[in-house]
């Protein structure tokens, strides 16, 4: 694997792929590779070894993950299944499977634009081993705590002021991107309470097509969308109970009016880091006592697992598991406590 990025200009879209395509090559398992016992002591006899990213190249790639004892997996996003298969042209998904631990964090030194991360490697069949183990839990959490800056201005990636324009094949795309978590989601909805009437909101709701994935297994419920762009409103007119065109700063819809509100912008590429969290802050305010608040994307979420937590939210869940392509994903389900 190519663990030292310090290349003193950013990379061009194809020194991108061909370096993802080497990493893919590299950390891949092949179905031949025995399932090792992962052991922590064990692994962290070993020699350490060095990873260097700069926040210019794809630092959102880096994730931690939380183990009981204290210690954290440190692994870093590969090609994902999706843009190899042709079905997406981005090069990473929310999907995080067993080939992309890389090993267990020793220590973590961010001096910007320099990442370096000093990690006890983990061995092929040791990744099997324990990514057994922590698919299981759901409360498995997936930390990614680098954002990426552009190199020239130094600011965070976000979308448009007016939204995304439509262009070809957008919201097919887009509905690629989210099958896992819509099927995930119908799973999650089929163990909770859900009544007709109840209010499903989506205050970046693009296409439409999450929340019509959820109206077409439970009908008697009120699916409400809202979005930036009028484009993206035109298509999801037509899919919804009602959507209105408007900022997420200053929905129309009213406090404790929601029982379940999806926030699937709050993350890279679609707003910033501080406007994630502000957005989280109003948001939350519309959901009623016993409704839920769920927080997932196609990139990696901006808020922190403790930020997400109120003293009226308990969280339920920070990880969600698809079987198809054996891989965890981001899923963070929270539950607004009701006062009476």
Same mark, same amino acid.
């Given at each position: 694997m190519i663990l030292q990025f310090n290349n003193e200009l950013p990379f061009t879209k194809e020194e991108k792929l061909k370096i993802e395509k080497s990493i893919y090559s590299e950390m891949s398992i092949s179905e031949n590779i025995e399932e090792e016992v992962f052991a922590i002591e064990k692994v962290m006899e070993r020699d350490t070894k060095i990873f260097v990213e700069k926040d210019y190249n794809s630092p959102q790639n880096i994730f931690f993950i939380e183990l009981e004892n204290g210690y954290k997996l440190f692994g870093r996003k590969i090609l994902s299944i999706m843009n190899r298969t042709g079905r997406l042209t981005s090069l990473n998904c929310s999907r995080i499977s067993k080939e992309m631990i890389i090993g267990i964090l020793k220590e973590a030194i961010y001096d910007e634009p320099k990442i370096e991360i000093k +990690? $006890?490697?983990?061995?092929?069949?040791?990744?099997? #081993? *324990? $990514?057994?183990? *922590?698919?299981?839990?759901?409360? =498995? #959490? *997936?930390?990614?705590?680098?954002? $990426?800056?552009?190199?020239? =201005?130094?600011?965070?990636?976000?979308? %448009?002021?007016?939204?995304?324009? /439509?262009?070809? #094949?957008? %919201? /097919?795309?887009?509905?690629?991107?989210?099958?896992?978590?819509?099927? +995930?989601?119908? #799973?999650?909805?089929?163990?909770?309470? /859900?009544?007709?009437?109840? /209010?499903?909101?989506? %205050?970046?709701?693009?296409?439409?097509? $999450?929340?019509?994935?959820?109206?077409?297994? +439970?009908? =008697?419920?009120?699916? *409400?969308?809202?979005?930036?762009?009028?484009?993206m409103i035109d298509i999801a007119r037509n899919k919804l109970d009602e959507v209105h065109c408007e900022n997420a700063f200053y929905s129309s819809l009213k406090n404790e009016s929601v029982d379940y509100l999806f926030l699937r912008f709050l993350n890279f590429r679609v707003v910033t880091y501080e406007t994630a969290h502000k957005l989280y802050d109003i948001l939350i305010e519309k959901v009623k006592p016993n409704g839920f608040v769920i927080c997932f994307g196609h990139t990696p979420v901006l808020l922190e697992k403790e930020y997400m937590r109120r003293k009226n939210l308990k969280l339920l869940s920070c990880s969600g598991y698809e079987k198809e392509n054996d891989s965890l994903f981001q899923y963070y389900v929270l539950k607004k406590i009701s006062n009476d």
């Open positions: +990690y $006890f490697p983990i061995f092929k069949g040791e990744k099997i #081993n *324990i $990514f057994k183990k *922590i698919k299981r839990d759901r409360m =498995t #959490n *997936i930390h990614f705590p680098y954002r $990426f800056y552009d190199f020239y =201005t130094r600011k965070e990636r976000e979308s %448009p002021k007016n939204g995304w324009k /439509v262009y070809e #094949n957008l %919201p /097919v795309y887009l509905a690629r991107g989210e099958e896992h978590f819509r099927k +995930y989601t119908i #799973n999650f909805l089929s163990k909770v309470s /859900v009544l007709p009437n109840m /209010v499903f909101y989506d %205050p970046a709701c693009s296409s439409g097509d $999450f929340l019509e994935g959820i109206k077409k297994h +439970y009908k =008697t419920v009120t699916t *409400i969308g809202c979005d930036l762009s009028m484009e």
